[in-house]
């Protein structure tokens, strides 16, 4: 199962570009950010994590990235399509697999918004945007803190858009550098593996 995958939302089109495993133990469906797209490197590096441990991956470009645009449409459009997505998924590529859900930056956000909808055991967050650069007043947290199945952030030290504490379910992993999390592409999938692995309940 790899390939790319056309899927109707509300909002247009979206693609997803699926690289699965034989005989899956779970799936993780991430999204990418908002200026960015499925290419960038801490998303191939979860990729390539989570299939080391037989986990099928679902990078999902967004309808707006899909038409050509850059500018990231409103939450609730891309919510709406996120969720759209998963569920295509549920009955077709990654069907009967517990599923995990995530992403870098924005994407990240728009899975803990979903999350619950979507049914995830678990979600991923590269890179969350906890506040925009210089305005930690503006705070994303409760994003982060509604989210009710475990989660983990990984979070570059020197991140502008801040640095989010750990919670009860919230495992916060820091790895060098900043906002693009390409400082330790390795401790990245490191952490990625060990959060996947235990979460399915794979042997060490």
């Avoid at 919670?167 to 990625?192: F, I, K, M, W, Y």
Wanted: net charge negative; hydrophobic share 45%.
């Amino acid at each position: 199962m790899v390939g790319v995958l056309d899927v109707d939302t509300p909002h247009g089109p979206a693609r997803v570009h699926l690289h699965g495993v034989d005989d899956p133990v779970g799936g993780l469906v991430l999204g990418h950010g908002a200026g960015g797209g499925v290419a960038a490197r801490d998303l191939v590096a979860a990729t390539t994590a989570a299939q080391a441990i037989g986990v099928s991956v679902a990078l999902v470009e967004q309808p707006y990235r899909v038409a050509g645009r850059r500018s990231p449409a409103p939450a609730g459009q891309l919510d709406a399509a996120w969720i759209a997505v998963v569920e295509e998924l549920r009955g077709t590529a990654l069907a009967d697999l517990a599923l995990v859900v995530g992403g870098r930056s924005s994407g990240a956000r728009v899975a803990c918004r979903t999350a619950e909808q979507t049914g995830a055991v678990g979600v991923l967050c590269l890179a969350f945007p906890v506040h925009p650069p210089g305005r930690p007043e503006k705070t994303r947290l409760p994003e982060l803190d509604a989210v009710a199945v475990p989660t983990l952030v990984v979070q570059g030290a020197s991140d502008p858009f801040g640095m989010p504490p750990a919670g009860a379910q919230r495992e916060v992993v820091t790895v060098p550098g900043n906002h693009s999390l390409t400082g330790d592409l390795e401790a990245l999938r490191t952490a990625v593996g060990r959060f996947l692995g235990a979460l399915l309940g794979l042997p060490d």
